[in-house]
């Protein structure tokens, strides 16, 4: 009867994703020291709408530490996505790496790029404001606690073996799926409560939800074999 050779571990981790861990520890210990209850307002801000009003109106003061934890995002999100990918044994032919990597990046801020176009296209053909400021500020708000909570699970899937990815891999994905969903149903509300018309209300989930999901969706299964 033959042996069964289990399979050896294997990890998903690259040196060159150190870095992006250690900027988001940068990040977490910069805010701490000269904002230390900026992680706490932005925890509460993404539940209380009041504390949310309070932030933007207070939001020129603290611009840098926004700007990290948005990099962060970013980083954090495009690396979840990479290692997905990579224990999926998908991608383009031939793009391995941090140019895989570097692709992804490229098409989570190319879904963002478009959010924000989109934002000043609808102020400019509405005349007006309707919201918009406080829904962009809500996006990117919601975008750097996701960018919290990817941190361990980015660093487990790194440096997890091969075997017991998928479970991290879900996580991500409910993670992300109930974040958007509540800025989704978040934005709606602000927006009904603000007496934004119905038809704004409809244009502004086709345009700044539906569209950048499906370009980024196209974008990624493009990346498969």
């Known amino acids: 009867m033959n042996e069964i050779i289990p399979r050896p571990p294997v990890n998903l981790s ?3 994703m150190i ?6 520890l940068v990040t977490l210990a910069y805010t701490r020291r000269f904002h230390p209850a900026r992680i706490s307002r932005l925890w509460n801000s993404t539940w209380n709408v009041r504390i949310l009003r309070q932030a933007i109106r207070e939001e020129p003061n ?3 530490a926004n700007l990290l934890f948005n990099i962060s995002f970013f980083l954090q ?3 979840v996505l990479y290692l997905a990918v990579k ?3 998908a991608g383009p032919e031939g793009v391995r790496g941090i140019l895989l990597y570097l692709l992804i990046l490229g098409v989570v801020l190319l879904a ?9 296209v609808v102020q400019l053909m509405s005349d007006g404001d309707f919201g918009l400021s406080e829904y962009e500020y809500n996006l990117f708000l919601i975008n750097r606690v996701i960018g919290l909570l990817l941190f361990p699970i980015a660093l487990f899937l790194a440096y997890s073996p091969l075997q017991i990815s998928e479970p991290f891999v879900i996580t991500a994905i409910v993670i992300f799926g109930v974040m958007i ?3 989704m149903l978040r934005g709606l ?9 119905v038809f704004y209300i409809f244009f502004y989930i086709c345009t700044l939800e539906i569209l950048p999901l499906v370009v980024c969706m196209k974008a990624l299964l493009l990346t498969q074999h």
């Not at 963002?112 to 000043?120: D, F, Q």
């Open 112 to 120: 963002y790029l478009l959010k924000t176009v989109g934002i000043r």
């Open 77 to 79: 999100t495009a690396l």
């Open 87 to 89: 224990y999926l044994q």
């Open 62 to 64: 603290t611009p840098r």
């Open 14 to 16: 690259e040196d060159w």
């Open 181 to 183: 969903v509540y800025r």
């Open 189 to 197: 509300f602000n927006a009904a409560s603000a007496g934004v018309p």
């Open 19 to 24: 870095l992006i861990f250690l900027f988001a």
